[in-house]
């Protein structure tokens, strides 16, 4: 017996090593050097691009999502700010709608203090949970498009992150230092 399976039959590859014949493997192969033609396969096989219109509706698309990743991320550190300013002050459940911050009482007689509120909180976590979930998942989506390694779709996540982060991002500079 040879090893070598009459129903699989083999040819060699580019690099002396033997494959198979047919191009089942020749699918698991992927782009791994940077180019810049139409032709791509973004994240499905059935999303493939042949022409210049359709690689530039793909290239606009991600431009948008990673814009708005950048707006989740200024979303949720809003929100937590918010929530953060809230809780500080004994719980006051009213806040400024433009700074975020606790509505002042009044007067030095009237004070408004509510206990911290249960169900605030949790609602407040389920909200960042999901923006969480949106986050991660756009940061890994944006990763597995880049790895396709289509110059276009590259430039398109880094000019959409960069937009992102001017619109969003212009009074209150992000300091995670992190990509997520």
Not at 46 to 62: C, D, H, R
Not at 131 to 146: A, C, D, H, Y
Request: glycine share 10%; with cysteine; net charge neutral.
């Amino acid at each position: 017996s040879s090893g070598i399976n009459a129903e699989w039959p083999l040819r060699p590859g580019m690099d002396g090593h033997m494959m198979p014949a047919d191009d089942s493997i020749a699918m698991m192969m992927m782009q791994m050097t940077f180019y810049a033609g139409v032709d791509c396969t973004v994240l499905i096989k059935q999303w493939k691009t042949s022409n210049a219109g359709e690689l530039l509706g793909t290239v606009i698309f991600w431009f948008l999502i990673a814009l708005l990743h950048q707006g989740t991320k200024r979303l949720r550190r809003s929100l937590q700010k918010r929530h953060n300013a809230a809780t500080s002050r004994g719980g006051f459940a009213k806040l400024n709608e433009q700074e975020g911050s606790p509505v002042q009482s009044p007067g030095p007689e009237v004070s408004i203090v509510e206990a911290p509120n249960s169900w605030g909180k949790l609602k407040n976590h389920l909200l960042q949970s999901l923006l969480q979930l949106v986050q991660t998942t756009t940061s890994f989506l944006l990763m597995l498009v880049f790895m396709t390694y289509n110059v276009w779709l590259a430039v398109a996540i880094v000019l959409g992150d960069m937009c992102g982060y001017m619109i969003f991002s212009y009074d209150t500079p992000d300091t995670s230092g992190g990509c997520g």
